[in-house]
């Protein structure tokens, strides 16, 4: 790894103009590229502090070895020329949206003599017209329902030929379903007419063809031919049926395209529907994985980028208005620039209230949705699964397989609330009956190396004691005394044996930090003994994996399926570790002067400062003047005099603090 400092250009050697910048590797390949408005201040902001830089951008300065700029003349500029070093370099450092799926389209080959109507996939073509995208099962049952009415040639160039030297047409001839334009059923002029046709509906004209057929059906009724009145018929079924397909969400002047997101510290799920003339014609979907250190309004800058960037060459493509969760980055510069690429205005605004607002929720819904698929699928693939850990006992080189993971977070807010999670992964899922939270006092609270070498110490204490008492039971069943009449006594089967706390001991444990976490909690388990199970630690700043007593991490491929196992199991035990921290801190939160009388509870508590109004009057009154209070008696008046009596520096400590509820604001008690 480079350090910057060897490639840091000098700070007047910086423009403070607009530009763009291009981080490159030793071998010259451009590993990142961004955009600033001041150039010096932002590529300063590399190189002043690099340890304090977040964990991503900290191994981008450390990969790179050199970094370059070019100036431009204003942000718009520094917009296009960003986009256009990100399409052709492909930087590993930028984020890449890539399809959660391979979306189809609906194409028309327009360029050709004879047009062709087909599902395409992948880059687009010149000459081309487009519509979708689609599920792949909603494009093909269209393009089926459709050629009935606009026969257009649907085959393939080798199929054509052969139709073409035989002089007969291939079988969607024969069935009406093609014009046949290869045998000269119908002039190639014609044929372009259908094309035309069939694209005409697919933008949205589809009212102005329907009410044609329908003027041809009653003329065919006045002339008495029912049968073609009745096969007009059916094709107007046909077409209302893929007409109405899309259901109408916005007026029917709307075109727009409406973006919503869904993310976490890893990954994020983008989903956009396509609504054109009212109706979502489309919807597409894709997962990227957050190699930067991104802002929402950034992704969604990117996002725009890449997604019409793509399709600048296809006519007619970009909506009127475009729908974002957020204001991108440079709003006012992306919408100048998609504009262009539109050849009119384009609005890139955030939905506040309406008909808009309530369908960009569905769209986040889907993204929330598309995430969480992703994330199961992923982590419940068997295959996959059995991948990770493969890959886990290999990197670590491991002589078991890991059947069972316990991994430990730490969770506290400046040393007070100390608490401590396990999670646990058995086969690659997470088992949550065996999940254990564990509450942290004392010395072993002053520090996260102290704490886990308390929880590790615990866990296992209670694995070794729960072994020595299922070893005694089936010690005991295994070998019964003989009676005295030379039988065997029978084991007591009325008794359960004892239930054990923490079921079997894990092949791997895993803790949440680096290197010292990870040699306190091997000190831990050597300390009991306990010479089975492996330890290693997952550090958050470079997703390092740490051994005990080892001066380099191992570092598993960002690819590697078994790196995002331990992830998921990391985000897991901190999730859960937060969740405990949360609670308990906000029951530490409401504590009262009034919470270590003995005998005294909740509803007498509220009776008191309902009667004397706060716990300074309470603690100021005798036991008779307290008996007047409802609910309390004689003994526990006497109780309430004399906790204060011995507690009076502590309980006129606590009177100067109200009780808050920390959720809500509520003063408790003042």
């Excluded at 989903?271 to 250190?293: A, I, N, P």
């Amino acid at each position: 790894m480079a350090d910057p400092a060897s490639y840091r250009p000098q700070t007047g050697e910086i423009p403070t103009n607009p530009g763009v910048y291009r981080f490159r590797d030793p071998h010259g390949r451009v590993i990142y590229v961004g955009k600033a408005k001041n150039l010096r201040s932002r590529l300063n902001s590399y190189f002043a502090n690099p340890a304090g830089l977040l964990p991503k951008t900290h191994a981008m300065v450390h990969a790179a070895s050199s970094v370059e700029w070019t100036v431009v003349g204003s942000e718009l500029e520094s917009l296009q020329l960003e986009y256009t070093w990100i399409k052709e370099f492909k930087p590993r450092f930028n984020v890449v949206f890539r399809d959660d799926k391979t979306y189809p389209y609906l194409a028309v080959t327009m360029g050709e003599k004879l047009p062709r109507v087909q599902v395409m996939r992948g880059e687009r073509r010149k000459g081309t017209r487009y519509f979708g995208p689609y599920t792949a099962g909603a494009i093909r049952e269209t393009m089926d329902t459709l050629l009935r009415v606009f026969p257009v040639r649907s085959c393939s160039a080798g199929v054509l030929k052969r139709a073409q030297a035989s002089g007969r047409p291939c079988l969607l001839g024969y069935i009406d379903k093609c014009s046949a334009p290869c045998v000269g059923r119908v002039t190639p002029e014609e044929h372009r007419a259908l094309a035309e046709d069939f694209c005409a509906f697919m933008g949205g004209e589809a009212k102005r063809f329907i009410a044609r057929l329908e003027k041809d059906m009653a003329a065919a009724v006045a002339e008495l031919d029912y049968e073609r009145a009745a096969r007009i018929r059916d094709d107007i079924a046909a077409l209302r049926k893929v007409f109405e397909r899309n259901a109408v969400v916005l007026a029917e002047d709307t075109d727009a395209d409406i973006f919503a997101l869904h993310e976490d510290e890893l990954e994020a799920a983008v989903q956009v529907f396509h609504v054109r003339g009212g109706r979502v014609r489309g919807q597409r979907g894709w997962v990227v994985e957050k190699v930067e250190d991104f802002t929402t309004p950034d992704l969604v800058e990117h996002l725009l980028q890449q997604v019409y960037g793509e399709d600048a060459e296809v006519q007619g493509r970009l909506p009127r208005e475009v729908l974002v969760p957020v204001e991108p980055s440079n709003a006012a510069e992306l919408a100048v620039w998609l504009g262009g690429l539109r050849g009119a205005k384009v609005d890139i605004r955030v939905p506040q209230r309406g008909d808009k607002a309530a369908l960009m929720s569905t769209v986040r819904d889907n993204a929330e949705h598309a995430l969480r698929l992703h994330k199961t699928r992923r982590a419940g693939d068997l295959t996959v699964r059995s991948q990770a850990l493969q890959e886990l006992q290999e990197a670590l080189e491991l002589p078991v397989p890991l059947l069972r993971i316990e991994c430990y977070d730490v969770s506290h807010v400046q040393g007070t609330n100390v608490v401590a999670s396990m999670v646990v992964v058995e086969d690659g899922l997470p088992k949550k009956s065996d999940y254990r939270k564990f509450s942290i006092t004392g010395p072993a609270a002053t520090d996260d190396t102290a704490a886990m070498h308390d929880v590790l110490t615990r866990r296992f204490r209670h694995y070794l004691v729960d072994k020595t008492a299922q070893v005694e039971a089936a010690d005991a069943g295994m070998a019964p005394p003989e009676t005295a009449g030379g039988g065997v006594a029978v084991a007591d089967t009325t008794t359960p044996a004892p239930k054990a706390k923490f079921a079997y001991p894990p092949n791997l444990v895993v803790v949440d930090g680096g290197k010292p976490q990870v040699n306190a909690a091997a000190r831990a388990l050597a300390g009991l003994g306990v010479d089975d199970v492996y330890v290693v630690g997952l550090a958050k700043r470079l997703e390092e994996v740490w051994l005990p007593d080892s001066d380099f991490p191992v570092i598993l491929p960002r690819s590697s399926q078994g790196l995002y196992m331990l992830q998921r199991i990391r985000d897991e035990a901190h999730r859960f570790a937060i969740s405990f921290h949360r609670q308990k801190r906000g029951k530490a939160m409401t504590v009262s002067a009034l919470d270590g009388v003995p005998g005294l509870g909740d509803s007498k508590r509220k009776a008191l400062l309902a009667h004397f109004g706060s716990v300074k009057k309470i603690k100021a009154a005798t036991a008779e003047e307290l008996t007047a209070a409802k609910g309390i008696g004689p003994s526990l008046a006497a109780a309430i005099v004399t906790h204060f009596s011995a507690n009076g520096a502590g309980a006129e400590s606590l009177d100067t603090v109200p009780a808050i509820n920390m959720t809500t604001g509520e003063v408790l008690e003042t």
